[in-house]
């Protein structure tokens, strides 16, 4: 499986965008997929994770700016909604992917798949 962010960019503060995550090239009937991010210096942070009934969960720093969604079956592809965006939002966005999860959390670094990433700068 392939999978491919989009929909980063710069923004100001208090601006919102929302990230796209395509998963290509298999179907997964079960799966834990995650949203990450990373800035230079500081460790990955998973934000959030959604499993295939749709269940998300939160890192405690994201709760209420962050949601988790994912599209049809059919467009394979799992969105995160960032609203309020703070500089310290400023990281680079990984999306994840794990068929074999035992629980769903992004807390979680045993995934098989990984994006490439896409870049979300806050400003003034």
């Known amino acids: 499986a392939q999978l491919v962010e989009s929909g980063g960019g710069s923004v100001e503060i208090g601006g919102s965008l929302r990230l796209s995550c395509a998963v290509t090239g298999d179907h997964f009937n079960r799966y834990c997929m995650a949203w990450f991010r990373q800035s230079p210096g500081k460790k990955r942070e998973g934000v959030a994770s959604i499993d295939e009934n749709g269940d998300p969960s939160y890192a405690n720093s994201v709760k209420g700016r962050f949601t988790i969604s994912q599209g049809t079956a059919a467009n394979n592809t799992v969105y995160l909604q960032i609203d309020s965006l703070k500089p310290e939002d400023t990281a680079t966005y990984y999306c994840?992917?794990?068929?074999?999860?035992?629980?769903?959390?992004?807390?979680?670094?045993?995934?098989?798949?990984w994006g490439q990433g896409t870049q979300v700068t806050v400003s003034s």
């Open positions: 994840a992917l794990d068929p074999w999860y035992d629980y769903c959390s992004a807390s979680r670094r045993a995934f098989g798949y």
